[in-house]
C-alpha cells in the first residue's frame, strides 16, 4: 500500500511559477514510478509528467514540455513538480499517482495507475 499526499497548490499569475510536493509513505517509494496528473472543470484526467523507477527517465506531455520539470527525493519520499511560466490553461487539480509501471507509453495512462492522493489546486490567473 502506498500513501500519497500533495501540497503546494495555489493562485498565481500568468508567468508565475509554483511547486507541487508529493509525500509519498508506506511501501518502498523508489520502486514505483510516480506522475503527475491534472483535471479541469468538465475534462478528463491527463497526462502532465512521469518518473519511472526502473531508469530513471522522465516523461512530459507536450503541452508542460519545457515549462515543467519532475524530480525525486528518494531520502525524502517526496516527488516534486516545478512549474514555471504557468498559463490560464493550466488551472487544474493535480494529482500525484504511483504504481509499477515501467513502460513509457502506459506510464501516461491514468488509468493503470493504483495509487494517488487527495489532489492540489492550481489556479492561473490571466
Known amino acids: 500500500q502506498v500513501q500519497l499526499v500533495e501540497s503546494g497548490g495555489g493562485l498565481v499569475q500568468a508567468g508565475g511559477s509554483l511547486r507541487l510536493s508529493c509525500a509519498a509513505s508506506?511501501?518502498?517509494?523508489?520502486?514505483?514510478?510516480m506522475g503527475w496528473f491534472r483535471q479541469a472543470p468538465g475534462k478528463d484526467r491527463e497526462f502532465v509528467a512521469a518518473f519511472d523507477y526502473n531508469g530513471g527517465n522522465t516523461y512530459y506531455a507536450d503541452s508542460v514540455k519545457g515549462r515543467f520539470t519532475i524530480s525525486r527525493d528518494t531520502a525524502k519520499n517526496t516527488v516534486y513538480l516545478q512549474m514555471n511560466s504557468l498559463r490560464p490553461e493550466d488551472t487544474a487539480v493535480y494529482y500525484c499517482e504511483a504504481d509499477r509501471i515501467n513502460d513509457h507509453l502506459a506510464i501516461r495512462n491514468n488509468g493503470l495507475y493504483d495509487y494517488w492522493g487527495q489532489g492540489t489546486q492550481v489556479t492561473v490567473s490571466s
Open positions: 508506506g511501501r518502498t517509494f523508489s520502486t514505483y514510478s
